[in-house]
């Protein structure tokens, strides 16, 4: 459910998870992050007022946002634009809910209709961003070429610097 992604989302941060797991870690949270991306001005605020209460996270909260994705099912174009400001549409994969009757149908209709989307963005979200998601396989079976790498050889990858 929203609100229980949104405690996950900010358990992971400001229990210095995202410290210490490997940014090349894809993670992916449903019903677009809950409420995370409404909270995140609070949450800053909170992590550089009131460290003794807050967590044991290196960064706050906004500095993690490029450590994961969130989908779009949030079910209307002012809440996918809040995703978009906050997270950025690089970072929003496109999502249905299935298998359960409350999900979005047709599939992406909020994102299709949000007209202040640029066609760019639309296209990350709708498709773009599950290929970076799902790596080079992904792009492959799209493409319907054979796969680049064996799932015996592994990519190898460094944990990017911190900022």
Do not use: K
């Amino acid at each position: 459910m929203p609100a229980e992604t949104h405690l996950s989302i900010l358990a992971m941060i400001l229990g210095g998870v995202f410290d210490r797991i490997s940014v090349d870690l894809r993670i992916c949270f449903a019903h677009g992050g809950g409420s995370f991306a409404f909270w995140l001005g609070r949450m800053d605020n909170a992590w550089h007022r009131r460290r003794d209460i807050i967590g044991a996270s290196e960064r706050s909260p906004s500095a993690y946002l490029d450590q994961f994705y969130v989908d779009s099912v949030v079910f209307a174009p002012a809440a996918l634009r809040l995703l978009v400001d906050t997270l950025g549409a690089d970072r929003i994969l496109l999502g249905s809910d299935y298998p359960y009757p409350l999900g979005e149908r047709p599939v992406g209709t909020v994102v299709r209709e949000s007209t202040w989307l640029t066609d760019a963005q639309r296209a990350l979200i709708l498709g773009g961003n599950a290929v970076a998601f799902l790596g080079d396989r992904a792009a492959d079976a799209l493409a319907g070429q054979p796969a680049t790498q064996s799932i015996d050889q592994p990519e190898t990858s460094q944990r990017r610097p911190r900022q």
